[in-house]
């Protein structure tokens, strides 16, 4: 009926119509209580968890210009806001930028986003500008024709260094030798120029060829004392400032102190190597086999010789290890949560204590609510990894109960000890 009084003006000319940040009309503190809310009654209404205590959220250390990688799509068919639909000069035929919520193929062109760094504003603008005029057609996602699919850029905060990426359904290195050669000439953080080969029908930003136009194909990043490569594929943390905050909560929950440590869904490893300092040892799980050839790289890269990572489904692998038990797990499951047949394993296991990581507090209160008959849920830390947005990471502390819990239908409580 009226304007909440949380609200206030957004900074970014695009809000309203991209779906990117739609918290950025409300103020940053008042976000972060959102976020512990969030948390609170995922846990007790989905998952029946009340743990000890769950803290503030930790806020990000930079509410904009934190993302570290953004994704553009190149479109024919520009979406116009209601106000450039008066405007007679602006033109539908081109555009750079993000997706219209539910619509797969309009795009909102971009002149600055406000959770992206400087760099890759200056860089979305040159790109913008020259890929307008090169003649390279865009890829049209009805018809299937057409060669311009992605802009990716991805920045080491430690190094302030910048690799651009330009997806394509075809190679067009000769246009992109002259692209690269622009682009370097005007910014000097610019370390690498890459042109991904994505010939598919799938509109994703990655692809089965790469060409190294300029520089090469890594960047590096650092989390605490360690450093780690970045491909152009790679995953890592989007929040580089807040990610070394939330490993630090995890290493901290962990309590490792020489200890048979198990990282799943480790990614490329960057969990695993930042808390193997203080492990006898770490295996870190990991279905995505490129991912796992990626943290072997980084363990090498930093000299560390107690972690071993094991590519494939946690299902089977889980099993094929159990015959050396680890005291600590450590998982870090994508937003779908995890399987519970893992849930499961992980119980016979019974390692004596449990860090969860999650990006998704309903599917982390449905997978604690599996495991508290055997463990008691300590306290729970909330990480603002993304300002402006609904999402809010969690790192959750499980310790194994001396006596078992069992569910009584006739109990008040739900929960008997025996």
């Not at 479109?75 to 007679?88: A, C, F, G, M, Y």
């Not at 005029?133 to 018809?143: A, I």
């Not at 330009?166 to 000097?188: D, G, H, R, W």
């Not at 990610?243 to 309590?255: G, T």
Request: charged share 20%.
């Amino acid at each position: 009926l009226e304007p909440s009084p949380l609200r206030q003006a957004a900074s970014c000319e695009h809000f309203g119509f991209c779906g990117g940040c739609k918290w950025q009309n409300v103020d940053y503190q008042q976000q972060l209580q959102f976020k512990k809310q969030h948390v609170e009654e995922s846990l007790h209404h989905i998952g029946n968890t009340y743990p000890d205590i769950i803290y503030d959220p930790i806020p990000s250390p930079l509410i904009f210009g934190y993302r570290n990688k953004m994704e553009f799509s190149f479109s024919d068919n520009r979406w116009l806001t209601p106000e450039e639909l008066k405007n007679p000069e602006i033109k539908k035929d081109f555009a750079i930028g993000l997706h219209v919520p539910r619509f797969f193929d309009r795009i909102i062109d971009i002149n600055k986003c406000w959770i992206q760094t400087d760099f890759f504003n200056q860089v979305l603008a040159f790109s913008k500008d020259f890929f307008r005029n090169c003649g390279v057609p865009v890829y049209h996602l009805r018809n299937k024709e057409g060669i311009l699919r992605h802009l990716v850029l991805r920045q080491s905060f430690s190094e302030q260094k910048v690799m651009v990426n330009v997806v394509t359904f075809s190679p067009i290195q000769n246009v992109l030798q002259e692209y690269a050669e622009k682009l370097v000439a005007k910014f000097p953080f610019i370390s690498s120029v890459i042109n991904t080969i994505n010939s598919r029908l799938a509109q994703i930003a990655t692809g089965d060829e790469q060409f190294v136009i300029y520089g090469t194909p890594l960047i590096y990043e650092k989390l605490g004392n360690y450093r780690f490569e970045i491909s152009p594929d790679s995953f890592f943390q989007t929040n580089t400032l807040q990610a070394e905050n939330l490993y630090k909560i995890v290493k901290e929950y962990a309590e490792i102190d020489d200890n048979i440590v198990w990282d799943l869904y480790c990614g490329t490893g960057s969990i695993a190597i930042f808390v193997s300092e203080a492990a006898k040892s770490v295996v870190g799980f990991e279905i995505v086999e490129n991912a796992v050839k990626d943290a072997y790289r980084n363990a090498a890269l930093n000299n560390i010789s107690n972690c071993q990572f094991v590519a494939g489904d946690l299902r089977f692998n889980l099993q094929k290890l159990s015959e050396t038990p680890p005291e600590i797990i450590i998982c870090d499951p994508p937003r779908a949560g995890m399987h519970k047949d893992v849930v499961k394993m992980i119980r016979d296991i019974s390692p004596q204590r449990i860090v969860y990581v999650s990006c998704n507090p309903a599917t982390m209160a449905r997978d604690l609510a599996m495991l508290v008959e055997d463990y008691t849920v300590e306290k729970v830390q909330p990480v603002d990894m993304f300002p402006h947005t609904y999402h809010v990471e969690s790192v959750a502390k499980l310790n194994k109960r001396s006596v078992k819990l069992q569910f009584d239908s006739d109990n008040n409580s739900g929960q008997t000890e025996v």
